[in-house]
């Protein structure tokens, strides 16, 4: 059974054309269909049965949507970070306002950054993108943080030109990783994992969220597409072009526990 089964969101800021953006485009330009685009995601969540907590928004802050970059989830514990953007480091009271009822939360401590887009739960392991926004210090902590639990963290280096190991790479299922060849060396990715290469020009594609056979996806990545429906997943586009120009994914609209 898939392990998305709640999740917390949080609605686009009015201000969402303001939101941090230097990789995938240079900002949003409509966010009346950013705030659409929010919307069916947020019912395709809940159509895959997700118990989704709606969380308010604020224009102070333009990324505010942005809720997986607050936090770290393991069994039923929370770790904070310490965003790696200082225009973002607000916008986690409201997150852990949300989650301080369901979760025990714990916090990083300096001079750890980490954006929770930096981090792949992948089986008994913590994939750890380290970033422009995520040090290997947070590595550290969030390897502290998750080893009593049984999990080990494993380490990726990410090039200058990708924002977040999510924004390049999603594990879509078990032991399966989906990822552009390109920003990974032979080492990158754990040696039990299987990984499917897309087109370096279908990166956006590689970020998914998977419910056991059915995989949410990107609209527009025909190549990524058909490299899962081979496999016999089902997959589920939603249009994603205005949250995508804000350097947002799917994976980053929302935390899982
Ligand atoms: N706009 C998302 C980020 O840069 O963190």
Redesign the pocket.
């Known amino acids: 059974m898939s392990e998305h089964r709640r999740a917390i969101v949080r609605g686009v800021a009015d201000t969402f054309d303001q ?5 995938f485009g240079t900002g949003p330009s409509d966010v009346d269909e950013a705030k659409r685009q929010h919307d069916t995601y947020v019912a395709s969540l809940r159509k895959f049965g997700v118990k989704v907590k709606e969380l308010p928004t604020d224009n102070d802050y ?2 505010c949507c ?1 809720v997986e ?1 607050q936090v770290v989830v393991c069994d039923g514990k929370g770790l904070l970070t310490i ?3 200082d225009t ?1 480091k607000g916008e986690q009271d409201v997150v852990k306002a949300g989650l301080e009822s369901e979760l025990e939360l714990s916090r990083m401590t300096p001079p750890a950054r980490m ?1 929770g ?1 930096d981090v792949i739960k992948f089986g008994d392991k913590y994939l750890v993108g380290i970033s422009t ?1 995520t040090n290997r210090e947070a590595a550290q902590q969030l390897r502290d943080f998750v080893t009593p639990m049984g999990y080990t963290v494993h380490e990726i280096p990410i090039p200058s030109n990708a ?2 190991l999510k924004s390049i790479a999603s594990s879509p299922a078990p032991g399966l990783i989906l990822a552009p060849r390109v920003y990974f060396d032979e080492n990158s990715f754990p040696e039990d994992a299987e990984v499917i290469w897309v087109p370096e020009e279908e990166v956006y594609g590689a970020n998914t969220i998977g419910f056991d056979n059915d995989i949410l996806v990107a609209d527009g990545y025909p190549h990524a597409h058909k490299a899962l429906t081979d496999r016999g997943f089902n997959i589920h586009p939603i249009e994603m072009s205005q949250i995508r120009a ?3 994914s799917l994976t ?1 609209l929302s935390v899982f526990y």
Not at 19 to 23: K, L, S
């Open positions: 939101a941090v953006a230097a990789y333009p990324d942005f970059d965003s790696g953007h973002r954006d887009g926004r924002l977040h804000g350097d947002g980053c």
